[in-house]
């Protein structure tokens, strides 16, 4: 039974984090064995709270080893990173995959780095954001950084197409071979833009920009779960970034729909594997 180890956050109620990429990726028929940074009763961008603790860097260590000791390691096809609750978890991820890649040297590392943004209520502890630009980024295979992160990454202005294709550049030569920007909001108010940077080219996919009375949280969750599985099960990068667009604008439009501030990803979950809408990537 080969499975994809995704060590994301979790929250009991709604879908940011594992909560978003779970079952999007076991729909696409994928084998998940999930793993907790932090465990939250929903995300942070209630006004009530939340309640539940982060889990230390051991316990993850802890969970890892009980998988290698089962010998299911060479079964990892990849490991999928997101939220980290402290600047050790980090380090634990790095060790994760040198560890997964001694057993399979094919698995891939998906990274999603998810670094602080208060205007979203989104705050890292200290040393994460330092530890993702500085030794979890060049290991991956794969970045999904939206604009913000990938500015912070490679020390580049985006303010326009150009500058982001220079910045997807510059991120492959600092050691990841894909690069999936989740958001490019400069780029235009009414579509929502992301672009996908491998070392045969650039391209961008566009759809409508969808209104929100609340911005659902755990679409960059979503978009990386969805490109991971896509590549999995055999698709190009290219194909791959399309499935991604329009499975995640498929579960926005049903969200859009029921007037939700949750992704709607169990009522939306035909479009996790067959899309209703096309958007084809295109060169740039």
Not at 59 to 88: F, H, M, P, R, W
Not at 214 to 234: N, R
Request: proline share 5%; hydrophobic share 40%.
């Amino acid at each position: 039974m080969k499975g994809i180890i995704s060590i994301q956050s979790h929250v009991v109620f709604g879908h940011a984090g594992n909560s978003s990429a779970v079952f999007p990726l076991q729909r696409m028929g994928m084998e998940v064995w999930p793993i907790h940074t932090v465990q939250f009763s929903n995300h942070t961008q209630y006004q009530q709270g939340w309640r539940g603790r982060a889990f230390s860097a051991n316990d993850i260590n802890e969970l890892v080893t009980g998988i290698e000791n089962i010998e299911k390691l060479a079964d990892c096809q990849a490991v999928l990173s997101g939220y980290q609750g402290s600047a050790e978890q980090c380090q634990v991820i790095i060790k994760t995959v040198k560890k997964v890649k001694q057993h399979n040297p094919a698995a891939l590392y998906v990274c999603d780095p998810v670094m602080g943004d208060p205007e979203k209520g989104c705050i890292l502890a200290d040393g994460i954001t330092e530890q993702l630009i500085n030794d979890v980024m060049p290991i991956a295979d794969v970045i999904v950084p939206n604009q913000f992160e990938l500015t912070q990454f490679t020390q580049m202005e985006i303010t326009n197409l150009e500058q982001a294709k220079a910045a997807c550049e510059k991120a492959l030569s600092l050691g990841p071979k894909m690069v999936l920007v989740k958001h490019l909001h400069s780029i235009a108010d009414d579509t929502f833009t992301m672009m996908l940077a491998t070392q045969q080219g650039c391209y961008i996919s566009q759809r409508p920009q969808l209104e929100f009375a609340k911005q659902p949280v755990g679409v960059g969750d979503l978009i990386s779960a969805l490109f991971t599985g896509g590549l999995l099960t055999g698709m190009s990068p290219v194909a791959a970034f399309e499935h991604a667009t329009n499975a995640s604008y498929g579960v926005l439009k049903e969200t859009q729909v029921r007037q939700q501030w949750e992704l709607q990803t169990i009522a939306a979950q035909n479009e996790l594997v067959s899309p209703s809408e096309c958007f084809t990537a295109k060169p740039v």
